[in-house]
């Protein structure tokens, strides 16, 4: 009789438990959210660097930033993402390939921009079809559009370097 009611309460509690947890919602975890926030502060401070000299091989904001080093210093400053240092390496790595319809801001955006049909330039997607670039010697960085008919003509590709969104 014990025995009975003993696998009769084992049963029944793993009936309950079971409904219980098929009516559960997944919560977004922690780090994801994290993740979002540290995106934000990326495409924050880069707004705030706006104006900030273009210079070549530079790696501050006391020196200024190629467009390469400018991504670099983003990524590792506001959301500790370590990120290859050359456009070059950042096109190549293995991070996934976003298609143009499916940009989110804090996505890199590359473009073949040096004649010779090679990736020569990275840039941040802010979102509404803008991005954030130091462009070349002599400019400051600034936004563009993609719509532009330079850089949407030079547009290739983009890569996903975090895992918000």
Wanted: hydrophobic content about 35%; glycine content about 8%.
């Amino acid at each position: 009789m014990f025995r009975s009611l003993c696998c009769l309460v084992i049963v029944s509690l793993s009936f309950a438990i079971s409904s219980a947890s098929a009516s559960l919602q997944p919560r977004p975890t922690f780090s994801a959210s994290v993740q979002e926030a540290a995106i934000d502060d990326v495409v924050d401070r880069a707004h705030e660097l706006l104006g900030t000299p273009y210079k070549w091989g530079g790696s501050s904001v006391q020196q200024g930033f190629d467009c390469s080093s400018f991504l670099v210093y983003l990524f590792k400053t506001e959301a500790n993402i370590q990120i290859p240092r050359t456009t070059a390496a950042m096109h190549r790595s293995t991070a996934p390939t976003i298609k143009r319809n499916a940009l989110k801001p804090g996505d890199a955006v590359f473009f073949k921009a040096n004649g010779r049909g090679q990736v020569s330039h990275v840039g941040l997607y802010i979102g509404q079809g803008k991005f954030i670039h130091s462009p070349r010697t002599g400019k400051n960085i600034r936004i563009d559009s993609l719509s532009n008919s330079y850089w949407n003509k030079h547009y290739t590709t983009a890569k996903r370097f975090h895992t918000a969104g």
